[in-house]
């Protein structure tokens, strides 16, 4: 005797889903043919003639809201004569794979909330680019050679005061749209807080970011005439994450104090 579900080893399963198995499914009850060729029902069923089934016992696999799911079938080239107990133990079986069906997809739906509450846990809401949270998980493993720019929207202030809130947060959402848009694939931006934005230049020295910067203003000045600073450090040998952004402020500091609307490197 073999227990399988439609399509095992069997053979051919069409037949025996589109009659019997369905069956069970469509009404929710036990099938039990003891013996296919004496039954008159079963006996020209397509999937006795292509699977060569003499018997069959199907049980429904119902969910915990009473939808039934599929079915759990036994079945055999032989007839078979089962006790009652023994076919009360394949429909108990049946309910035990509901009940883990069920169980799979409460898994499932918690897993998926879960990955919803983390994506929300490391990421801007108003932007939609990863806040520090996610971005600091990313800047423990830098690699020396990784440039790190801060960027700082100049006279934000000054923009929510005279134009409203509603303005400032548009001219965010404005600013991390160009910075996806100007910047590599490889480059990773990032809302750190407030009007400020952090850039990480994988494989990228002081220069190249600085050229990647300068493409990053143009495309800026072109959609809005609020212009920003930023200071840019590269990873050293050995440098924390700490250490490389505590640099890359200082530079920007630097670009405020200079007047703002400029980028500055780092020394080293």
Same mark, same amino acid.
């Given at each position: ?98 009940? /883990? &069906? ?8 918690? #897993? !998926? =909330?879960?990955?919803?509450?983390? $994506? @929300? ?76 934005? /952090? &850039? ?8 190249? #970011? !600085? =050229?990647?910067?300068?493409?990053? $203003? @143009? ?50």
């Amino acid at each position: 005797m073999t227990l399988a579900t439609v399509g095992g080893d069997l053979g051919p399963g069409p037949g025996l889903e589109e009659s019997w198995c369905a069956r069970v499914v469509a009404t929710g009850r036990e099938v039990l043919v003891p013996d296919v060729g004496h039954d008159p029902e079963f006996s020209r069923s397509r999937a006795h003639l292509d699977a060569g089934l003499s018997f069959y016992l199907g049980v429904p696999v119902v969910a915990a809201d009473g939808v039934g799911v599929g079915s759990l079938c036994v079945a055999d080239r032989h007839p078979r004569s089962l006790l009652p107990e023994q076919v009360r133990g394949v429909a108990m079986l049946g309910r035990v794979v509901g009940r /883990l &069906l069920d169980a799979r997809r409460q898994l499932l739906a918690l #897993a !998926a =909330v879960s990955s919803q509450f983390e $994506r @929300a846990a490391v990421t801007d809401p108003l932007t939609g680019l990863p806040n520090r949270r996610g971005m600091r998980s990313l800047l423990v493993a830098v690699p020396p050679g990784t440039a790190v720019a801060l960027l700082d929207l100049d006279g934000f202030k000054g923009v929510n005061d005279q134009r409203g809130h509603a303005a400032g947060d548009e001219l965010l959402r404005g600013f991390a749209g160009v910075l996806r848009r100007a910047c590599r694939h490889t480059d990773r931006p990032a809302r750190w807080g407030g009007e400020e934005f /952090l &850039l990480l230049l994988p494989g990228t020295d002081a220069e190249r #970011a !600085a =050229v990647v910067l300068e493409h990053v $203003r @143009a495309t800026w000045a072109q959609v809005s005439d609020v212009t920003f600073s930023a200071g840019i450090a590269c990873v050293r040998e050995w440098e924390s994450a700490e250490e490389v952004l505590d640099r890359a402020d200082a530079a920007l500091y630097a670009a405020k104090r200079g007047g703002r609307d400029q980028v500055v490197v780092a020394a080293g």
